[in-house]
């Protein structure tokens, strides 16, 4: 199957400091990658679409200017967390469906552990 | 917005016996999908239903897709410890843009 790797898999900062997360699709192309946010215990909650070439496009109540998106190329997406504060500490994960559109099953990246001190 | 609700949030089972994770739409889906994630982990695609009335089966795992396309279940036979984990539902977003919305998850713990 496809893979999705990202990284860092854990990331620990202060608080103030910006983190970039990488989400990167090993074995295919993705013209639109995923962002979501995930707390303990509790399910994803999509923050973002990023696509490949535009702007990315947020859920309601997120801040794009907090989270920005960067989908440069086919296999590479960027979400940075600016200005990190403790409240921002999750586990951030993306997801891509490859572009050949296979019953638009989504491929997840393995994660990110953000730990804002 | 669309909404994906899931029932029940949490379900302890003893070794061997079923289990059953029940998702509703108040809107009618275009297709269901279903995820795995184990603890610590990602989430794991397990299947997709696209008729009305569908009805999958993986090994011990049976997908139903409700015949108003609004519902959809997943049912395990004779559990095993190998099938801890929280599964979610989802169905793809109105917008056409490919976005999943995921229901709220059922953790299962299954004991020995």
């Known amino acids: 199957g496809a893979v999705v790797s990202q990284h860092p898999s854990r990331v620990i900062c202060k608080s103030g400091t910006s983190v970039k997360i990488e989400c990167r699709s090993l074995?295919?192309?993705?013209?639109?990658m995923f962002w979501y946010r995930q707390f303990p215990k509790k399910s994803l909650m999509l923050m973002a679409t990023s696509n490949e070439g535009s702007k990315a496009t947020y859920e309601q109540g997120v801040e794009k200017d907090k989270f920005l998106i960067n989908h440069a190329s086919l296999t590479l997406s960027t979400l940075t967390v600016t200005s990190a504060h403790p409240e921002d500490s999750s586990f951030y994960i993306c997801?891509?469906?490859?572009?050949?559109?296979?019953?638009?099953?989504?491929?997840f990246g393995p994660g990110t552990r953000l730990t804002v001190l | 917005g669309q909404q994906v609700m899931q029932i029940p949030q949490y379900q302890h089972v003893q070794e061997g016996e079923d289990f059953t994770t029940y998702c509703n739409s108040s809107?009618?889906?275009?297709?269901i999908q279903w995820y795995k994630q184990r603890p610590g982990g990602h989430p794991v695609f397990l299947i997709q239903?696209?008729?009305?009335?569908e009805v999958k089966k993986q090994k011990r795992l049976t997908f139903q897709f409700g015949e108003a396309k609004k519902n959809s279940s997943l049912h395990i036979t004779a559990t095993q410890t190998t099938d801890v984990g929280t599964y979610f539902c989802?169905?793809?977003?109105?917008?056409?843009?490919?976005?999943?919305?995921f229901g709220q998850g059922t953790t299962l713990q299954v004991k020995p």
């Open positions: 997801s891509a469906n490859p572009s050949s559109g296979r019953l638009n099953e989504q491929f």
């Open positions: 074995d295919f192309q993705a013209t639109t």
């Open positions: 809107t009618t889906l275009s297709n």
């Open positions: 989802a169905a793809l977003g109105s917008s056409n843009t490919g976005k999943l919305i």
């Open positions: 239903l696209v008729k009305s009335g």
